[in-house]
């Protein structure tokens, strides 16, 4: 059998000698959704992190393979030339590079075998462009610079139409986007999904999931992954909030009650 696309197991990670991840377990196969739920400060944006290589975030037990590959020593734009693509909880401004440029770089970068000069990306930018409706002249914009939540978010799926990842990893695609914006990002999401590309949703909102539905439903509490399910988990976390969830499962307190101060 072929290797999974993404196998993640008995992760331990730290932020500054704190412990956030404590054990975590997920698999992930090209062609699935799995959408990432928890409370405030249970390390799911940590775990965004700590798969894409960010500094600060120390593996200090377990394994994660991509395609069967050891990534946890690969510099994060070793991860990235392998396919695998982070979408920000709070994108970052990029002062002085226009969105075209920034993205072509990128795209030449991930696809040395496949090397577009100017014109050539720009049309092939237009495919993406029609295909996503984006407002052409968020392109030509410095990346992030003055763009509202929505545009940020918009501009995050036009980057994964164009650099097409088989690792997708979306932190919060929903926060702070309008019911039509959400829609619209969410529309994205679904025109780009195939058998090709893994995704892994972090998100707040069952809202959000009634727009992609994800193939598997995650909880993360207290640093591992507590409990899987279908689409009926996120209704049922829903209706009795992770508290209760926790709870029914015999959780810990501490596991499920937000830390003070723990959510960044
Ligand atoms: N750079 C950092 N320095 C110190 N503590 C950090 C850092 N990054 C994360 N943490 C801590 O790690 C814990 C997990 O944070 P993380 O951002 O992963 O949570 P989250 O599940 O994404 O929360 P949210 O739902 O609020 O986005 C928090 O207690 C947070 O304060
Ligand atoms: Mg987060």
């Known amino acids: 059998m072929a290797d999974p696309l993404l196998q993640i197991e008995d992760l331990h990670a730290t932020v500054e000698d704190r412990e956030i991840l404590k054990g975590l377990n997920l698999t992930v196969d ?9 409370p405030n400060g249970s390390g799911k944006s940590t775990l965004a992190y700590v798969l894409m290589g960010r500094p600060g975030y120390e593996v200090t037990r377990g394994k994660v393979l991509y395609k069967g590959e050891d990534i946890l020593g690969l510099a994060p734009d070793e991860r990235a030339q392998r396919g695998i693509f982070l979408a920000f909880q709070y994108p970052t401004e990029v002062p ?7 993205l072509r770089t990128a795209y030449n970068t991930i696809h040395p075998d496949d090397e577009k000069s100017a ?21 030509d914009r410095y990346v992030n610079q003055g763009f509202s939540g929505g545009e940020k978010k918009r501009n995050e799926i036009l980057q994964m139409a164009v650099l097409r990842p088989e690792l997708a990893i979306m932190d919060e695609t929903d926060s702070g986007l309008d019911i039509d ?16 590309i893994g995704v892994i949703l972090i998100t707040h909102y069952q809202r959000l999931l009634n727009y992609i ?36 499962l015999g ?9 003070e101060g723990a959510a960044v």
């Open 30 to 38: 090209k062609g699935e959704i799995h959408a990432l739920m928890g």
């Open 96 to 102: 002085g590079v226009s969105v075209v440029n920034f």
């Open 119 to 139: 014109i050539a990306f720009r049309m092939y930018l237009q495919e993406k462009i029609d295909l996503l409706e984006i407002p052409e002249e968020l392109v």
């Open 181 to 196: 914006a959400l829609r619209h990002v969410s529309e994205g999401v679904n025109k780009l999904m195939s058998d090709d």
């Open 213 to 248: 539905r994800p193939h598997f439903v995650h909880v993360l509490m207290g640093g591992r992954i507590v409990t899987s399910g279908g689409f009926d988990l996120a209704e049922r976390l829903e209706a009795e909030g992770y508290a209760g969830l926790g709870q029914e």
């Open 251 to 259: 959780l810990a307190r501490e596991e499920y009650v937000e830390e």
